[in-house]
């Protein structure tokens, strides 16, 4: 029997190897040596371009959907032509999601109960900016929040479109030891990263690593199918806020899969070049050149993170200070590498730390002092 390319064994079956590193921890900002493998892309047409073959020795062939979407202003009601599997919603004028909401409707015009926008969000740079489950809706209409302008939405279908076939190399992939998913794992279509000419929305640019900012992504907690939100994530970022990526260095769902996040290219760790500088993304308006984020997957406003996710991004925090041999529980003074602005933080801090925001939820942001804790003492 076939597995659905969204399913929990298809995305086990997914976990490759896109980098194999060797070396002791720090080498990598010593000049590690690394070892590339073959880097999985997709065509205009779709289907994977493999170069002078369909599939390569060590590789396999994964199927994805292609990311429907369709946009829209206002709080005009709208209509999609496929189930709607997420809004992302995008404003300018106020960060606060007060007397915002969202009311679904069904494939046969029955209309739910209107939704607040939500609390506890991850602030975007000149505005607020949500991503909505929404339950395969046939449509929607939005309430802007309290003092918005400019309101905007993206309706999403992660799970139906058209297959789109991507070659990724077939084995574990792991950051000295830590598993993740590679881009491809999860079915980043790269093509999102470019401009219609062609040109790259938002080219590479990396600096020395400085500090660390865990974030969640204020989403439904139990996600059914979290690579299917990672996806949306992405469209959201890259197209509709203009960020030509993904915001996050890496995510991690509920289960503890670690995801990789922004685009770093094929030379070095994830989110680092072949000399351990770190990629610029975009999570904390301002602050974002030598700042690594984080986003876990789900609203801790009320709760915590489920063990599994705590104990992933505990083992990946404990990689990367050791990488580039930082105290996990010091405070340092960031300093923006372009402009120079500076401020004083914890090296590994949330993102309410640098902005006003209530990310990354009132329970995770308590629960950072025992991260530091356990990153520094090894337990």
């Not at 396999?60 to 997420?86: C, D, L, M, N, W």
């Not at 489950?133 to 279908?157: I, N, V």
């Not at 040109?199 to 969640?216: D, K, R």
């Not at 204020?218 to 960020?243: C, E, F, G, K, S």
């Amino acid at each position: 029997m076939s597995v659905p390319p969204t399913s929990p064994t298809h995305r086990a079956k997914s976990r490759v190897t896109r980098r194999a590193v060797i070396g002791a921890a720090g080498a990598v900002a010593a000049g590690a040596v690394i070892t590339p493998t073959v880097m999985a892309t997709t065509g205009d047409s779709g289907t994977a371009d493999t170069g002078t073959e369909d599939t390569k020795a060590g590789t396999t062939t994964e199927t994805f959907p292609k990311t429907r979407s369709e946009a829209a202003t206002g709080e005009a009601p709208v209509e999609a032509a496929f189930p709607i599997g997420y809004v992302g919603v995008r404003w300018g004028g106020t960060d606060e999601t007060t007397g915002g909401g969202i009311r679904l409707r069904d494939a046969d015009g029955g209309q739910g109960a209107w939704k607040s926008l939500g609390d506890g969000g991850c602030s975007v740079a000149n505005g607020g900016g949500v991503l909505v489950a929404a339950d395969q809706a046939a449509g929607y209409e939005l309430k802007a929040p309290d003092g918005a302008t400019g309101l905007r939405s993206l309706a999403l279908d992660t799970l139906h479109g058209p297959d789109r076939t991507v070659t990724v190399p077939s084995d574990p992939t792991r950051v000295r030891g830590v598993e993740y998913l590679t881009r491809a794992a999860w079915g980043a279509d790269e093509s999102l990263r470019f401009k219609a000419d062609g040109t790259e929305n938002s080219p590479t640019a990396f600096y020395p690593f400085q500090t660390i900012t865990v974030h969640h992504t204020a989403m439904a907690n139990d996600d059914p199918d979290p690579a299917a939100t990672v996806r949306a994530i992405y469209q959201l970022h890259a197209v509709t806020n203009d960020w030509g990526d993904i915001g996050y260095h890496f995510l991690i769902d509920e289960e503890g899969r670690i995801y990789e996040g922004r685009y770093s290219g094929d030379d070095g760790l994830p989110a680092h070049d072949a000399d351990g500088k770190l990629v610029t993304a975009f999570h904390v308006g301002g602050f974002n050149s030598g700042n690594l984020g984080i986003a876990l997957l789900g609203t801790f406003t009320e709760q915590g993170p489920k063990e599994a996710a705590r104990a992933a991004l505990t083992k990946l925090v404990k990689v990367l200070v050791r990488q580039h041999g930082v105290d996990p529980q010091a405070r340092v003074t960031y300093t923006n590498p372009v402009n120079g602005v500076q401020k004083e933080v914890a090296e590994i801090s949330g993102h309410r730390d640098w902005l006003a925001t209530e990310c990354p939820g009132e329970v995770m942001y308590q629960e950072l002092e025992r991260l530091r804790a356990a990153v520094a003492t090894g337990h």
